[in-house]
């Protein structure tokens, strides 16, 4: 069962642009955390963000949860050639197995 | 350093054949887990286990075993069973909690 929906599946911007990534989830979450994957590779655990928070950030990176309308967002500021790679989001509902999303793959152009 | 190795990186498989993926971690981890991944989808669990000889059923168990016998071994075998097996396989381990995972760097399977 898949519990997270990423828009846009796909997108493409220019070097030092922002770049903006949702993820959406339907039942009740422990966490919501983001990954990344370069093409062919493993994924890279990037934040996790706590049911009781509303705002992270890493570096460049800032995600937003509002466990109301079960969303999140990935906020990557002053893109770079090298953040070219697909974001998923993953949502731990309890136990501790995560369940992903789809993906949105990022390409990022010099 | 510490790290999760996934072996081989390829693998082909002829049909009817079963295959068994290797996963070691060296990182004290109690949890293991084992993901597949289709081309352009997300990832989707096969198994995972919390603690040495225990594992659960994921969301597409059927077709494939597993075993822990081992806190830093997690293989995963795929079967004959498995009418679909060419995808990409990644293993990744956590420590109890909500903390975040850590992959391998996946295996590409084909069946020739």
């Known amino acids: 069962s898949q519990q997270g929906e990423e828009d846009p599946q796909a997108l493409s911007i220019q070097e030092g642009e922002n770049a903006t990534m949702n993820c959406s989830y339907k039942?009740?979450?422990?966490?919501l955390q983001w990954y990344r994957q370069n093409s062919g590779r493993g994924l890279v655990h990037l934040i996790l963000?706590?049911?009781?928070?509303r705002e992270k950030h890493s570096g460049r990176l800032r995600v937003t949860l509002d466990t109301s309308k079960k969303s999140s967002s990935l906020l990557i500021t002053a893109s770079r050639a090298a953040d070219t790679a697909s974001y998923f989001c993953?949502?731990?509902?309890?136990?501790?197995?995560?369940?992903f999303g789809q993906g949105t793959e990022l390409s990022v152009k010099p | 350093d510490g790290g999760i190795t996934q072996s081989p990186k390829y693998l082909f498989r002829k049909e009817g054949q079963n295959v068994t993926l290797s996963c070691e971690q060296n990182?004290?981890?109690?949890?293991m887990y084992w993901y597949r991944q289709d081309p352009g989808q997300g990832l989707r669990l096969i198994y995972y286990s919390q603690i040495v000889n225990d594992f659960q059923k994921g969301d597409i168990a059927e077709g494939y075993s597993v075993s822990r016998e081992k806190k830093e071994s997690f293989p995963l075998t795929v079967t004959s069973a498995q009418k679909n097996p060419t995808a990409f396989y990644l293993c990744a381990s956590s420590i109890q909690g909500s903390y975040g995972y850590t992959f391998g760097s996946g295996t590409r399977l084909t069946v020739v």
């Open positions: 039942t009740s979450i422990n966490n």
């Open positions: 990182l004290n981890h109690d949890a």
């Open positions: 993953a949502t731990d509902n309890q136990g501790g197995k995560l369940i």
């Open positions: 963000i706590r049911s009781n928070e």
